[in-house]
């Protein structure tokens, strides 16, 4: 595969001037070697620095798996350098995120995030390098992602804007996140119904179940939060039409992931040079076809019911 041919009136990439990755890794092997060797492979890798995060074991079980993770890190070839943070008590991915893309921002005005366990195309650190570069004096663009939703790509362009943000491999600007903020009681008295409607896209269950899950204490994540922080400061998020990412995580093995998920993993990446849209406007079509998607996710009345009723049949004979 070659590399993409330059497109008249687009970005250009500046070698010397190139986003860091921030690579997040656990205890995950055999992942983290996969998503290694995938981004070593691209075509800028050699000219971009690696920063990676490596969370501490909970466990001596896990111990051993990271500090296989971290020779896995320290033996990779392919990047112009490498610096690895060795985190001496588990913070959990949540935490370790928000705080190590915080400091990559801090120190290098931009980032390109990525986790252990996505697989990303040769041609991913171009499209985000050339994304961060034209679009970083446009406030209205706060997000550039890697990744788009299996949906039909027909009328969206190479690349479109859309509301919502997807965290498989995405890149931002200091001067945006710097708004991040993971408060939910502020989320919760800031967004009123028709909001909530918007942003959960016609009540799809994807988002606010999200806000709501952290306020119970249920589950402790970070991206509903960034896209809340975009939603209302009426940020735009640019998406490929075609995915340069991959998810390999969706098999059970992550803190999020899960078996059940495999629908959202796409990967396919264009080889020619994305010709970026010179209006900064959300995509309507893009944000149907995503609803729809999330739409036919969605168990029917019907299947719940049936649900429920088994596991209520499962649990009175298990007590019999």
């Given at each position: 595969?070659?590399?993409?041919?330059k497109q008249?009136?687009?970005p250009?990439?500046?070698?010397?001037?190139?986003a860091?990755?921030v690579?997040?890794?656990?205890?995950?092997?055999?992942?983290?070697?996969?998503?290694?060797?995938a981004?070593?492979?691209n075509h800028?890798?050699?000219?971009?620095?690696?920063?990676?995060?490596?969370?501490?074991?909970?466990?001596e079980t896990?111990?051993?798996?990271?500090?296989?993770?971290?020779?896995?890190?320290?033996?990779?070839?392919?990047?112009?350098?490498?610096?690895?943070?060795?985190?001496?008590?588990?913070?959990?991915l949540a935490?370790?995120i928000?705080?190590?893309?915080?400091?990559?921002?801090?120190r290098?005005?931009?980032?390109?995030?990525?986790?252990d366990?996505?697989?990303?195309?040769?041609?991913?650190?171009?499209?985000?390098?050339?994304?961060?570069?034209?679009y970083?004096?446009?406030?209205?663009?706060?997000?550039?992602?890697?990744?788009?939703?299996?949906?039909?790509?027909?009328g969206?362009?190479?690349?479109f804007?859309?509301?919502?943000m997807?965290?498989?491999?995405?890149?931002?600007?200091?001067?945006?996140w710097?708004?991040?903020?993971?408060?939910?009681?502020?989320?919760?008295?800031r967004?009123?119904?028709?909001?909530?409607?918007r942003?959960?896209?016609?009540?799809?269950?994807?988002?606010w179940?999200?806000?709501?899950?952290?306020?119970k204490?249920t589950?402790?994540?970070?991206?509903?939060?960034?896209?809340?922080?975009?939603?209302?400061?009426?940020?735009?998020?640019l998406?490929?039409?075609?995915?340069?990412?991959?998810?390999?995580g969706?098999?059970?093995?992550?803190?999020h992931?899960?078996?059940?998920?495999?629908?959202?993993?796409?990967?396919?990446?264009p080889?020619h040079?994305?010709?970026f849209?010179?209006?900064?406007?959300e995509?309507p079509?893009?944000i149907?076809?995503?609803?729809?998607?999330?739409?036919?996710?969605?168990?029917?009345?019907?299947?719940?019911v049936?649900?429920?009723?088994?596991?209520?049949?499962?649990?009175l004979?298990?007590?019999?």
């Amino acid at each position: 595969m070659q590399p993409m041919s330059k497109q008249p009136h687009q970005p250009t990439i500046n070698n010397e001037n190139l986003a860091p990755i921030v690579l997040f890794v656990f205890a995950r092997p055999d992942h983290t070697g996969t998503t290694l060797r995938a981004l070593a492979a691209n075509h800028l890798a050699s000219q971009s620095d690696l920063i990676v995060y490596s969370d501490a074991a909970r466990n001596e079980t896990e111990n051993i798996r990271v500090n296989e993770v971290r020779a896995i890190v320290r033996s990779t070839p392919g990047f112009r350098s490498i610096r690895l943070i060795e985190r001496d008590s588990n913070y959990g991915l949540a935490r370790n995120i928000i705080e190590g893309v915080t400091e990559v921002c801090v120190r290098h005005g931009r980032a390109i995030v990525m986790e252990d366990d996505l697989v990303t195309s040769p041609q991913f650190l171009t499209f985000m390098n050339l994304a961060l570069e034209r679009y970083a004096g446009d406030p209205r663009v706060w997000h550039i992602s890697g990744w788009n939703y299996p949906i039909d790509p027909s009328g969206l362009g190479d690349a479109f804007f859309l509301r919502v943000m997807n965290c498989w491999g995405w890149a931002t600007w200091a001067d945006r996140w710097v708004h991040f903020e993971k408060d939910t009681d502020l989320l919760l008295t800031r967004f009123n119904k028709k909001m909530i409607r918007r942003f959960d896209l016609e009540n799809s269950g994807a988002f606010w179940s999200q806000v709501i899950g952290n306020n119970k204490g249920t589950i402790n994540t970070w991206a509903i939060y960034w896209y809340a922080t975009i939603f209302l400061n009426n940020g735009l998020c640019l998406n490929p039409a075609q995915s340069f990412i991959s998810n390999i995580g969706l098999d059970g093995s992550g803190t999020h992931g899960s078996r059940h998920h495999k629908e959202y993993a796409t990967c396919s990446g264009p080889d020619h040079q994305v010709i970026f849209p010179e209006i900064v406007e959300e995509a309507p079509v893009a944000i149907d076809r995503i609803t729809a998607f999330y739409r036919q996710l969605q168990p029917s009345v019907a299947r719940r019911v049936i649900r429920k009723a088994k596991s209520l049949l499962n649990v009175l004979q298990g007590s019999a």
